[in-house]
Each structure stands twice: as structure tokens, then as C-alpha cells.
């Protein structure tokens, strides 16, 4: 695939985790050997440390592709204007035609093959005869499956690449063809996590504390305004008991930091004083394995939703597994394509306090077992690098052709 285009209509850059993805997949395409470009959206950043920002410097990646602003109506400020089911019809349409924009002027590019993890833009490359890859990250309803299945039995669709098996199972429902769609998790960047410090070290050029246990969360503390369980994780905080006479720290890296109010109301109603909790706002990427590695146990303390069960392919965890650091991560199908119970991370019941809490301490508790846990992670966290999974793109496309 000499020449492709990646096309996201996203504000780019984004403090939000699917911008990250989308920049790590066209560098890994690029480092394999593709000549890559990025078209995006022009939407103006509210965040002032955002507007003279590039999408390399703030993701800390290498300039090995090129990234194109298109032209665009930007119509995110009317949401707070516009809700209910005329704001999603308003957000559709506009989509909609942005994304005709879009592939008329991708088109002029005359590339191998075009990428989108976009309904709409998929849509529209694969009737405008285009040779697309889709990935998928979620099964939609009503328009944008309609749109879906229109493309479904298209030649010019080389591939669908599904972030879960079950995305797999529900597309093969709508009507695509088994053969062209690949479940593929999202991945993680190994060389950010070669000879990191120890975790002393890293505590110390973080100014966190050396002689207490510290339990992690690492990523944004919402989605989609939807919590991630920072509630669970306080009140499981308000449960555990002191090790070795230290009280645990919980620490919560990622922001928006507007939301950490609430959840400091919250832990002062289950009697968890401020100096056991410690939120941070988004560090940059290069910097996270150094936060994941001060910790002595990482945590995804979801909660049971359709998305976080079946739907997601969190980074960070792959980004935990990278580090070597135990894992206590919520049961849930999505989790378990990955984690295994007692063999790389401890899975516990989702959205119970007290199951996680007893997660946790098990896992403080016993050396032996957090060692065990953390480095068969690490040695698994292989498999799972985003140059592997551009690779395994690009085969399937040449295997669909």
C-alpha cells in the first residue's frame, strides 16, 4: 500500500483518547512503509494550549506522515444550543455532507487505499468506488447502520477492522461478510517503555510519596460523559485498610480536572481524607509509562455498561501491560479478550467497591503473585503493538484483494 489516506473527522489534536489512536495508527502505517496523510476537519480549539499546537508535538510522535485541515462548518458550539434527538439529526447530517467534502477531495489524492473509523466517511469512499478499510469501534443504530449496510456487500470495502469479537459477531449481523472483518484491540507503543527507572525513581521525579502504597488509574476519569468508575475506585479506597501501617494513595492521572470537585465531595462523604487521593490532569503521552510504572497496582474499575463490556479496547491497558505493573481490572468481555483472571491481571466484579477493594489488597498484599501478574502482562503486551497491528492491516487487505 504505497500511498493512503487516513480521513477522521475529529478535532485534531484532542485531549481525548480516539485522537491519540488515530495519530499512532497513521505513524505506524507510515513506519511500515506507506506514504501516509491525514485530512481532518478545521474546529476551532477552546483549550488555549491547544490552538498552536501540532499533532506531533502534542502526541509526542514522529512527523512521518503528512496532516491536511480541510474546510469546515463547525457546528460542536451549537450542542449546548440544540439537544435531544434534533441535535443528533442536526450532528448526522452535518456528518453527512462533510464527509461527501471530504472524499471528493481525498479522492483528488489518488491513493492505494483510504482509512476511516467513520460511518459516514466510509459511506461515501466505498459508493465513490474507493478501496476503504473501516474500523469499527462501535455496532450504531438507526442511520448510521443503515449507511453501514448499504456498503456491506461492496467489493470496494477491502476490510472492516473490529476493535472487540463481539463488533465482529454484530457487523457479520447486519450482513458483512466474516472473511472481511478482523478483530484487531487497539495497541501500544513499546518503545516508550524501554529502560524505564525503577518505581522509586519514578516516584521521585514525580514527587510522589517512596514508603506508601499507591494504586493507579491512568486516562481520562469520563467518556462520552460517562463515568469510568472514580467513583468505585473512592469508595473502594474508603474500604482498604493500611498496609504495613501506611494509608494507600489513590492516584488518578488524566483529567478534566473540573470533574475532581465531585469526586472530592464524594470521598468526604465515605470519610476519605484529601492526602489519600491525588488527581492529576493530562500528562503527555511520553510521560505516562512514568506514571504507570510509580504505581504498585493499575486499575480499570468499570462499571457493567454495553459500551465499557463490549465495545472498548482501552490503550491503557496495554499501556499497563507495557510497564509491568499489576493489573485489577473489572470481568467484562471486552477485558477478558485480553486479561486472563490470576494469570496476567486479577479481574474482579464490575462496578462493586468491595469486590475491587478486596482486588486490590489481594494484590498489595501479595508480592509474589503482583510479580507474577505484572511481568506475564509485560511479555504479552508484545503482541499488542500498533506496528503489529498495521501490519496485520495491511495483509488482510492484500489477502481481501
Not at 203 to 226: A, K, Q, S
Request: net charge positive.
Amino acid at each position: 500500500m504505497r500511498r493512503l489516506i487516513y480521513i477522521a473527522n475529529a478535532r485534531l489534536p484532542t485531549e481525548k483518547a480516539h485522537g491519540y489512536q488515530i495519530a499512532k495508527m497513521c505513524e505506524a502505517f507510515a513506519l511500515n512503509g506507506s506514504d501516509v496523510k491525514l485530512l481532518h476537519p478545521y474546529r476551532r480549539q477552546v483549550e488555549l494550549k491547544l490552538r498552536k499546537r501540532t499533532l506531533f508535538d502534542y502526541y509526542g510522535i514522529r512527523s512521518v506522515f503528512e496532516v491536511r485541515t480541510l474546510s469546515n462548518v463547525d457546528i460542536v458550539p451549537l450542542n449546548p444550543i440544540v439537544r435531544g434527538r434534533g441535535s443528533a439529526a442536526i450532528f448526522f447530517a452535518h456528518a453527512l455532507l462533510w464527509g461527501l467534502y471530504a472524499v471528493l477531495a481525498a479522492r483528488m489524492e489518488k491513493a492505494d487505499l483510504y482509512y476511516t473509523r467513520d460511518s459516514q466517511l466510509a459511506y461515501w469512499l466505498v459508493r465513490l468506488g474507493l478501496p476503504t478499510v473501516y474500523e469499527a469501534h462501535v455496532v450504531y443504530k438507526l442511520g448510521q447502520k443503515w449507511l453501514l449496510r448499504q456498503i456491506a456487500p461492496r467489493p470496494e470495502l477491502r476490510l472492516v477492522v473490529a476493535l472487540t469479537s463481539f463488533i465482529k459477531q454484530q457487523f457479520g449481523e447486519i450482513g458483512f461478510p466474516a472473511e472481511k472483518v478482523v478483530v484487531l484491540p487497539d495497541g501500544v507503543d513499546l518503545s516508550l517503555f524501554n529502560d524505564l527507572p525503577s518505581k522509586e525513581e519514578c516516584r521521585r521525579r514525580l514527587g510522589l510519596p517512596l514508603d506508601r502504597p499507591l494504586i493507579g488509574y491512568v486516562g481520562r476519569f469520563r467518556t462520552m460523559e460517562i463515568e469510568k468508575g472514580i467513583p468505585e475506585l473512592i469508595e473502594a479506597t474508603a474500604l482498604l485498610p493500611c498496609i504495613k501501617g501506611k494509608a494507600p494513595l489513590l492516584l488518578c492521572v488524566g483529567g478534566p480536572m473540573e470533574v475532581v470537585p465531585t469526586y472530592l465531595d464524594q470521598a468526604c462523604r465515605f470519610g476519605v481524607p484529601e492526602h489519600r487521593l491525588k488527581f492529576v490532569d493530562r500528562v503527555p503521552n511520553t510521560q505516562v509509562p512514568y506514571w504507570i510504572r510509580a504505581c504498585d497496582v493499575v486499575t480499570i474499575p468499570w462499571p457493567w455498561t454495553e459500551f465499557s463490556a463490549y465495545f472498548t479496547s482501552p490503550m491503557k491497558l496495554f499501556e499497563y501491560m507495557a510497564a509491568g505493573v499489576a493489573i485489577v481490572a473489572s470481568n467484562l468481555p471486552s477485558l477478558r479478550e485480553v486479561l486472563r483472571h490470576g494469570e496476567n491481571a486479577w479481574l474482579v466484579e464490575p462496578g462493586g467497591p468491595k469486590a475491587l477493594m478486596e482486588g486490590i489488597f489481594r494484590v498489595l498484599l501479595d508480592p509474589a503473585l503482583s510479580s507474577r501478574l505484572a511481568e506475564a502482562a509485560r511479555q504479552e503486551a508484545a503482541k499488542y503493538t500498533w506496528a503489529l497491528r498495521a501490519s496485520a492491516i495491511v495483509d488482510g487487505v492484500r489477502n481481501a484483494i
